[in-house]
């Protein structure tokens, strides 16, 4: 497991920072003026600050240098950074991001002495340590192994600043647990080992319920078992139930695509870059880090989580293309190509969820086409809803966090490329708009009048490059946003 590096909060009176180990790191005004902090320690280090700021160090928004062993000071590390004059959340986030990126292994303090506002400095650090996720479980070297390290800030208004740290903290947590399922392997992340980590979070105070192949054959949830019935390992279905509100308030639900492997089953996937299909259980990974803060901030919400975990493997006992499977709610679908398998989950998945719980508003969240990376690359994900207001709230939330997404059309021209010759729908609708046509899929199985999100999350869930606040892997993208709507729709 990782987990967040936890801040300690130090008085700036009575701390030396001269003889303060390991990293330390000051900070600069936009004019390049030194911070209280920085001028500080400046004459100690022969003036190299002041040197460093008629140089070349701008004090722009979001820059970070880092001066190795300077004399007169304890640190082996001074990093100068800059926050901007007149921050926002963004130039915020931009700086915790640039000082991560510097950052050598070990012990670090920073003193955001001068930065006048305590949730700009809280939004820096909640930056920083999530770009500090390191995710070394299969790691066998020490060194590798290692990443262990404390984390002081120095500052003058202690309270203040620990009070608006104490969120992100919660949030930082639901991140890396979605990070972590998320970047392991599909022989360690099986259904059976997701669920019992599922479990897991009754600790917290969530409810958890696992249903198995037994269960959902008697709900009659075919079209999620049909896609894993080539797999050794049981398909389920998830329910984690946060209950936080004491008023009498229907729960939003999220539901998640949890394919732990996506070979593509009949219809194969080619070999080349197959292994990122241990990402397809993305959806489900936000969802349950979205439970996991929730639990751990004790939000004041009603909120369920439900996953749909299931293999996609080719196999004497796969499902074949052509195949005719029958809904929970009974539509038939005509399977004409098996690697469309996010779909067949998330019908059922969305079906349970609307029956069993009757929701104020369900967000389903999946990698769910190659075509949203067409569309939006790795840069947003693309969100498509039947109400406007849900929709508004939740593109507001995601503005807000950081986490990027762009609004897509649905519409029935998109619905009727999905018409089938034999079954009431086929699970394709050709190559044209293709993200499109899998949300239309998937709106057919939410109920008149219920507002509803689907989120193609294929594009964001895992990068081949670092992100501002991730390394390469596993972003965890949407639990901030999802986390967020909840505070603003339903907290208040
Ligand atoms: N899991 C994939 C989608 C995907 C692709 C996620 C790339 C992340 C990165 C999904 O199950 C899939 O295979 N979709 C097919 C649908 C097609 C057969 C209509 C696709 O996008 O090619
Ligand atoms: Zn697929
Ligand atoms: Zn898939």
Redesign the pocket.
């Given at each position: 497991m990782t987990t967040p590096a936890t801040i300690e909060f130090l008085p700036a009176r009575g701390t030396d920072l001269e003889a303060v180990e390991g990293t330390l790191v000051v900070f600069a005004a936009a004019d390049g003026v030194l911070g209280p902090a920085a001028s500080e320690i400046d004459e100690a280090m022969g003036g190299a600050l002041t040197r460093a700021v008629g140089d070349d160090f701008k004090g722009k928004p979001g820059t970070a240098r880092s001066i190795s062993y300077p004399g007169g000071m304890a640190a082996k590390r001074v990093i100068l950074a800059a926050i901007g004059d007149d921050p926002d959340r963004t130039a915020a986030r931009k700086t915790g991001s640039a000082i991560a990126k510097v950052l050598a292994k070990g012990d670090v303090t920073l003193c955001p002495a001068g930065l006048a506002d305590d949730k700009l400095v809280a939004e820096m650090l909640w930056a920083m340590i999530l770009r500090l996720y390191d995710f070394n479980d299969f790691k066998t070297d020490d060194e590798a192994k290692d990443n262990a390290r404390a984390v002081a800030v120095v500052t003058p208004r202690l309270a203040g600043l620990q009070k608006a740290f104490a969120p992100f903290r919660a949030l930082a947590e639901g991140v890396f647990f979605t990070r972590d399922l998320v970047n392991k392997p599909a022989n360690v992340l099986t259904t059976n080992s997701f669920a019992k980590e599922l479990k897991a979070l009754e600790k917290l105070g969530v409810e958890v319920e696992v249903l198995g192949e037994r269960e959902l054959k008697k709900l009659g949830a075919r079209a999620l078992l049909a896609v894993g019935q080539g797999s050794a390992s049981e398909s389920k279905i998830v329910v984690m139930k946060w209950i936080g509100s004491k008023r009498k308030q229907a729960p939003l639900a999220l539901v998640g695509k949890g394919?732990v492997f996506?070979t593509?089953g009949i219809s194969l996937?080619p070999a080349g870059g197959m292994e990122d299909m241990t990402m397809?259980m993305g959806g489900a990974g936000v969802v349950s880090g979205v439970m996991k803060t929730l639990a751990l901030r004790q939000a004041k919400a009603n909120v369920i989580g439900v996953v749909g975990l299931v293999e996609?493997m080719p196999g004497g006992k796969a499902q074949r293309p052509g195949d005719i499977v029958e809904s929970m709610k009974g539509d038939t679908v005509e399977v004409i190509n098996t690697?469309?398998?996010?779909r067949l989950v998330l019908c059922d998945a969305l079906w349970y969820t609307q029956q069993e719980f009757e929701p104020q508003g369900v967000i389903d969240l999946a990698t769910l086409t190659g075509a949203m990376v067409i569309a939006l690359g790795h840069h947003r994900a693309g969100y498509f809803s039947n109400d406007d207001k849900l929709a508004g709230q939740f593109g507001e939330a995601a503005d807000l966090v950081g986490d990027d997404a762009w609004r897509m059309p649905l519409g029935k021209p998109y619905a009727d490329q999905l018409k089938s010759r034999l079954a009431d729908l086929k699970n394709v609708g050709g190559r044209p708009a293709g993200s499109i046509t899998a949300a239309e899929f998937l709106h057919r199985f939410i109920q008149d009048g219920m507002p509803w999100i689907h989120i193609d999350i294929a594009g964001v869930a895992s990068v081949s490059s670092a992100t501002e606040l991730a390394p390469k892997g596993a972003t965890g993208w949407g639990v901030a946003a999802l986390d967020q709507l909840v505070r603003t729709r339903m907290e208040r």
């Open positions: 394919v996506d593509g996937k397809d996609n690697d469309a398998e996010g």
